[in-house]
């Protein structure tokens, strides 16, 4: 799904990001973070990293020790364009990127 900078005078500007498992977590259960990364070169130009970019919340998500841990977050875009990534790390560890 396309979802357009919060100055595009577009209600596209949020999406759901679900969190979900493919095997049973620890019995001490983990701990999901997710961070916003932009794309270099995307939106027309390079920004050198300073590109604002969107935030997603929450940003920490804990899932208990032995589930299978389905849990949301609502990622909101910035004012400018441009491609971004989604990184789900677990325990300090990146597990996937959107």
């Known amino acids: 799904m396309d979802v357009l900078p919060q100055n595009a005078g577009s209600n596209k500007?949020?999406?759901a990001v679900?969190?979900?498992l493919s095997k049973p977590a620890p019995p001490?259960?983990?701990t999901?973070?997710?961070k916003i990364e932009p794309v270099a070169y995307s939106g027309g130009h390079n920004h050198?990293?300073?590109r604002p970019k969107g935030i997603v919340n929450p940003d920490m998500i804990?899932?208990?020790g032995c589930t299978m841990g389905?849990?949301?977050a609502t990622y909101n875009s910035s004012g400018v364009a441009g491609e971004e990534k989604?990184?789900?790390e677990i325990d300090g560890s990146i597990k996937n990127q959107w």
Do not use: F, Q, R
């Open 13 to 15: 500007t949020t999406s």
């Open 18 to 20: 679900t969190i979900s």
């Open 28 to 30: 001490e259960g983990c």
């Open 32 to 34: 999901v973070s997710l």
């Open 48 to 50: 050198n990293g300073n």
């Open 62 to 64: 804990t899932i208990p």
């Open 70 to 72: 389905v849990a949301s």
């Open 86 to 88: 989604i990184i789900a």
